[in-house]
């Protein structure tokens, strides 16, 4: 039997041998191409529905806590998904997890991309938003993976960030007077950004080479972060 089969590396990717660290990069980086390709599909497929627009404009327009209680779903179902893309006991379980994570994704993106089309009548403001943050993500990765530092220092940076913009979204939610303009946006890009550069260092300094599925669902939501916040910040441009 291949030693391979019987024994685990126990090390970090950045402790691995080098054949045994690049096909974990190469791993890593297909399932995240394919989670942004399944969720390209599925956004395809659910903006070709007949009457999607006012379909979905109208659920959310019933109240307004119900973007709300679309967000804290989606939080849920990302915990979950995490844990499950962490698993040690499943392979199966780690790309349920990556799975259901890219089927929310693509439910929570639809209202803001089917606001996009409705604006120009057409897929090019996402065709943009789309290319600009895959030039920023290709930036960064070279960024991190070519100086290969440890960013695992912006980790509290991040959480700090990110528990504020949460309290400004319902903030927002609460006091519809309260608006969360452009300046919003740019910071947001800011803390995906800095999502990516952290995610990425952590890959290599604190992951093992069997955690490419998680590595994978981490930088899938750092992107999708990036390009939310990159696309609305054109659409604020546009109007």
């Known amino acids: 039997m291949p030693l391979s089969?019987?024994?685990?590396?126990?090390?970090v990717v950045a402790q691995a041998p080098v054949?045994?660290?690049?096909?974990?990069?190469?791993?890593?980086?297909a399932h995240l191409a394919g989670a942004i390709a399944v969720f390209a599909l599925l956004?395809?497929?659910?903006?070709?529905?007949?009457?999607?627009?006012?379909?979905?404009?109208?659920?959310?327009?019933?109240?307004?806590?119900?973007w709300l209680i679309v967000?804290?779903?989606?939080?849920?179902?990302?915990?979950?998904?995490d844990n499950w893309a962490r698993s040690e006991t499943s392979i199966g379980k780690q790309y349920m997890g990556l799975g259901i994570y890219t089927v929310a994704e693509a439910i929570i993106f639809l209202p803001l991309l089917l606001a996009a089309r409705q604006m120009t009548g057409d897929a090019s403001l996402i065709g943009q938003a789309g290319l600009?943050?895959?030039?920023?993500?290709?930036?960064?990765t070279a960024i991190a993976l070519t100086t290969r530092k440890d960013f695992s220092f912006l980790g509290g940076f991040l959480k700090i960030g990110f528990l504020i913009a949460l309290g400004l979204i319902v903030i927002g939610v609460f006091f519809q007077g309260f608006s969360l303009g452009l300046w919003f946006s740019g910071a947001m890009v800011l803390l995906a950004a800095g999502s990516i550069l952290y995610t990425t260092g952590n890959m290599i300094h604190h992951y093992r080479t069997d955690q490419h599925v998680s590595a994978a669902l981490g930088?899938?939501?750092?992107?999708?972060l990036l390009?939310?916040?990159?696309?609305r910040i054109l659409m604020s441009m546009r109007r």
């Open 19 to 29: 054949d045994e660290r690049a096909a974990f990069i190469r791993r890593t980086y």
């Open 132 to 140: 600009l943050t895959g030039a920023l993500f290709l930036g960064l």
């Open 5 to 11: 089969s019987t024994y685990q590396n126990p090390y």
């Open 71 to 81: 967000l804290g779903a989606f939080m849920g179902v990302s915990w979950l998904a």
């Open 227 to 231: 390009f939310w916040y990159i696309l």
């Open 219 to 224: 930088l899938f939501s750092a992107v999708a």
């Open 43 to 66: 956004e395809t497929a659910l903006m070709s529905i007949p009457g999607i627009e006012q379909t979905v404009f109208n659920l959310l327009g019933t109240s307004r806590f119900s």
